[in-house]
């Protein structure tokens, strides 16, 4: 099993940049991909981005070419860089790991607020 420790939310004004931070513990890091979803108050969550055990990654249209995603398997960690940031990016992200297309573990989440 792996458990999921997200790092990084806070506040932060329009047009700022902040990164996020997810911790895996448990073994076989590297065999999982890893996302970033966010839900807002009131919506559904949503995928924000994927990096695969390849390196390859996608993106959600409304974050292209503002966020990153990327992953350090030595570290067990993957990372968001979010630029560039939008009163509507406000939400909670967490972190999730997959295999086999299925999610096999959630982080507690992480408050992203953006606001002047």
């Known amino acids: 099993q792996v458990q999921l420790v997200e790092s990084g939310g806070g506040l932060v004004q329009p047009g700022g940049s902040l990164t996020l931070s997810c911790a895996a513990s448990?073994?076989?890091?590297?065999?999982?991909?890893m996302a970033w979803y966010r839900q807002a108050p009131g919506k559904q969550r949503e995928l924000v981005a994927r990096?695969?055990?390849?390196?390859?990654?996608n993106f959600a249209d409304f974050v292209k070419g503002r966020f990153t995603i990327s992953r350090d398997n030595a570290k067990n960690t993957v990372y968001l860089q979010m630029n560039s940031l939008k009163p509507e990016d406000t939400a909670v992200y967490y972190c999730?790991?997959?295999?086999?297309?299925?999610?096999?573990?959630w982080g507690q989440g992480t408050q992203v607020t953006v606001s002047s």
């Open positions: 999730a790991a997959e295999l086999y297309s299925i999610n096999r573990a």
């Open positions: 448990g073994s076989s890091f590297s065999r999982y991909a």
């Open positions: 990096i695969i055990n390849s390196g390859s990654t």
